[in-house]
């Protein structure tokens, strides 16, 4: 069964930066030809979309972190990153990625952003 596994959340300070991961284990083909996104949800929040890459590598993006997140894949690895730059306290909750064509997600990883 194909697996979606995040990596890469931690705590930082404001205006800091991180890189997520999400890799699709045990998947043998057909990862270059899904749509994938990030998610996230604060707490007391609803989970909101923060980027989309589809499988030509098009890119989408919340107006909340355009200029600030950048999404990108590697399909030779399985796995679909997020760059997050100029981090603010607002950008913290759990951070998930999500198959478009299973409608599959991960496990989540926390990202927290101290003031």
């Known amino acids: 069964q194909v697996q979606l596994v995040e990596s890469g959340g931690g705590l930082v300070q404001t205006g800091g930066s991180l890189r997520l991961a999400c890799v699709e284990s045990?998947?043998?083909?057909?990862?270059?030809?899904?749509?994938f996104g990030w998610y996230r949800q604060a707490p007391g929040k609803q989970r909101e979309l923060v980027a989309m890459?589809?499988?030509?590598?098009?890119?989408n993006y919340a107006d909340f972190v355009k200029g600030r997140f950048t999404i990108s894949r590697d399909n030779a690895k399985n796995t679909v990153y997020l760059q997050m730059n100029s981090l603010q306290p607002e950008d913290t909750g759990v951070y998930y990625c999500?198959?478009?064509?299973?409608?599959?997600w991960g496990q989540g990883t926390q990202v927290t952003v101290s003031s």
């Open positions: 999500k198959d478009y064509s299973n409608g599959q």
């Open positions: 045990k998947r043998s083909f057909g990862f270059n030809n899904i749509d």
């Open positions: 890459i589809n499988y030509g590598g098009s890119t």
